[in-house]
């Protein structure tokens, strides 16, 4: 199953873009990569997720390298509601297509 | 439509009792989990159920039982707490018809403490 790597913190200003790197070398070909973020130890939340072209949703972009190596989370105008845990996730395919979460991003959007 | 539930939000329980952990889902999803969140930590797949009648086990599934009788249901089972199942526990789930996207909708957890 294919892992990823995520810087353990991030500090953003408020009202700039937030970009969360995310290391997948090991995906393979047919997996998803999915981020989700967890604010304040609720249950996390879906973001976005891409296979191979570049994303976008109302909450945020995804940028995909081509070879599929890496990819880029990007909160455009990051408020300070968006401070939380960030998790890049390839999906676990052997039960039953559960999320394989590792440590995540702790980002912190100041004022 | 409520989402995901769960109840307890939070429980104390002593070395040895045992309790379950409620999860229900209005939202017809055929695939259900539980996670563990230990402090600090990113979740880990306890037991994961692809219909009724359908589980099996996750990573880390030992100390706990799991049943599906209905698709909206999905209890987890503690027999015998311990100190190491100190955690936070979070139900999900998802609708999957086949490859590719399948978001997960999670519960707001169960804070779980055994002493």
């Known amino acids: 199953d294919a892992k990823t790597t995520q810087p353990p913190s991030m500090d953003c200003a408020e009202g700039r873009a937030a970009n969360l790197p995310c290391n997948h070398s090991?995906?393979?070909?047919?997996?998803?990569v999915y981020w989700y973020r967890q604010i304040h130890s609720q249950g996390p939340q879906y973001i976005i997720h891409?296979?191979?072209n570049n994303e976008t949703n109302e909450m945020a972009s995804l940028i995909i390298t081509e070879d599929r190596k890496s990819s880029t989370l990007i909160l455009p105008h990051a408020t300070l509601r968006d401070t939380a845990v960030y998790y890049c996730?390839?999906?676990?395919?052997?039960?039953?297509?559960?999320?394989?979460f590792g440590k995540g991003t702790s980002l912190l959007v100041t004022p | 439509n409520a989402g995901v539930t769960q109840t307890p939000k939070f429980r104390i329980l002593k070395i040895g009792q045992s309790m379950t952990l409620q999860c229900t889902q209005d939202?017809?999803?055929?695939?259900m989990y539980w996670y563990r969140q230990d402090p600090g930590m990113g979740l880990k797949l306890i037991y994961y159920?692809?219909?009724?009648?359908?589980?099996d086990k996750g990573e880390v599934p030992n100390g706990y039982n799991v049943s599906r009788s209905t698709t909206e249901d999905f209890p987890l089972r503690l027999e015998l707490a311990a100190p190491s199942q100190t955690s936070v526990y979070f139900c999900?789930?998802?609708?999957?018809?086949?490859?590719?996207?399948?978001?997960?909708?999670f519960g707001p957890g169960t804070r779980l403490t055994v002493l």
């Open positions: 999900a789930s998802s609708y999957f018809a086949g490859a590719g996207y399948n978001e997960q909708f």
């Open positions: 090991t995906i393979s070909g047919n997996e998803y």
């Open positions: 891409g296979l191979k």
């Open positions: 996730i390839v999906r676990v395919s052997n039960s039953g297509y559960a999320l394989n």
């Open positions: 939202m017809n999803h055929n695939y």
């Open positions: 159920s692809v219909g009724a009648g359908i589980t």
